[in-house]
C-alpha cells in the first residue's frame, strides 16, 4: 500500500449558500452530480451539506494534483454515502484517467463541519 496524495480543505458554509442564492441551478448543475444535488435537496442544512461536498472535491483534486486542470471538471469527482453513512469518492472522466495514471485503487475521506466551515480530509491510496 502507497500512500499517493493527501488532500485537506475548509469551505464557508456563508459562501456556499450566497453562491446557491445567487446562481441557484446554474451552480448546482456546475459544481455537483444531478445525485449529489439530489442528496441535498430538501435538507435542512442544504448549505452545510453542498459546503462539505465542495470541500471534499477540492481536497481530491488536491490529492491527485491537478486542480482543476487536464480537463477535469467539478463533476468529474462525486461524493457519495454508503448506507451506514461513511463518505465515499466517485470519480467520473478525466478525473478517474488522472487517478488511473497514478494507481490510485482507493479514497479515504473524511468530513466535519462545525457551524460556519465545512473540511474535508481524503487520502489517496494505491494497493
Known amino acids: ?3 499517493v496524495g ?5 469551505a464557508e458554509v456563508a459562501r456556499v ?13 456546475r459544481v455537483y452530480t444531478a445525485a449529489e444535488a439530489a442528496a441535498c435537496q430538501g435538507e435542512r442544512r442544504r448549505a452545510e451539506r453542498l459546503a462539505l461536498r465542495f470541500a471534499a472535491k477540492e481536497a481530491v483534486l488536491k490529492a491527485l494534483g491537478t486542480g482543476l486542470t487536464r480537463g477535469i471538471a467539478w463533476t468529474d469527482v462525486e461524493v457519495a454515502s454508503l448506507p451506514s453513512g461513511k463518505p465515499v469518492v466517485r470519480l467520473h472522466n478525466a478525473a478517474a484517467r488522472v487517478a488511473a495514471e ?3 485503487t482507493r479514497w479515504e475521506l473524511s468530513l466535519s463541519d462545525a457551524g460556519a466551515w465545512a473540511m474535508a480530509s481524503v487520502i489517496a491510496i494505491a494497493e
Request: proline content about 0%; hydrophobic content about 50%.
Open 6 to 10: 493527501h488532500g485537506i480543505d475548509l
Open 102 to 104: 497514478l494507481g490510485v
Open 1 to 3: 500500500m502507497r500512500i
Open 17 to 29: 449558500a450566497g453562491l446557491l442564492a445567487q446562481h441557484r441551478e446554474r451552480f448546482l448543475e
